[in-house]
């Protein structure tokens, strides 16, 4: 089966660039922006109720996906093994969520016991896939 995910362009200074990245850089920065305007849109009319809970949930896409993938990928020239990809992404989007479902609560003005739920999968998440990118390191370091 053909893909575009293995096509690249070639850039002036011939480092490779693939559809795949590009997809990437594109998803998260339409997640970044989604966020911020579902918050503003959101406690635009909360009757000036605000939660920083939703002001900021636009960060955690833009900070824990976007910057690393950015620094990992460009600068460090490495990419993640699938599994920890996934997790990582997960565990953004599980944040993500819980963020914007306690903003929304808090300018309800009520709370909810799920809302712990949140934070500890996130973790659980990133330390799968931190664990998995240490493990493929070690696999890595042991085939040299």
Not at 75 to 103: D, H, Q, R
Not at 108 to 134: C, E, K
Request: hydrophobic share 50%; charged share 15%; glycine share 4%.
């Amino acid at each position: 089966m053909y893909t575009l995910d293995n096509t690249a362009i070639e850039p002036v200074n011939s480092e490779v660039i693939r559809i795949s990245d590009i997809k990437i850089i594109i998803i998260y920065t339409f997640v970044t922006i989604f966020t911020a305007l579902f918050g503003a849109i959101y406690e635009l009319f909360s009757h000036e109720v605000y939660s920083y809970y939703m002001i900021y949930a636009f960060a955690i896409p833009l900070i824990m996906g976007l910057t690393p993938f950015l620094i990992c990928r460009f600068i460090m020239k490495k990419e993640l093994p699938i599994v920890s990809s996934y997790c990582w992404n997960c565990s953004i989007a599980t944040l993500t969520i819980g963020s914007m479902f306690k903003g929304v609560l808090d300018i309800y003005g009520t709370t909810n016991r799920l809302i712990y739920v949140y934070p500890a999968a996130s973790i659980i998440l990133m330390i799968i896939g931190l664990v998995g990118l240490i493990k493929n390191k070690v696999q890595a370091e042991k085939q040299k």
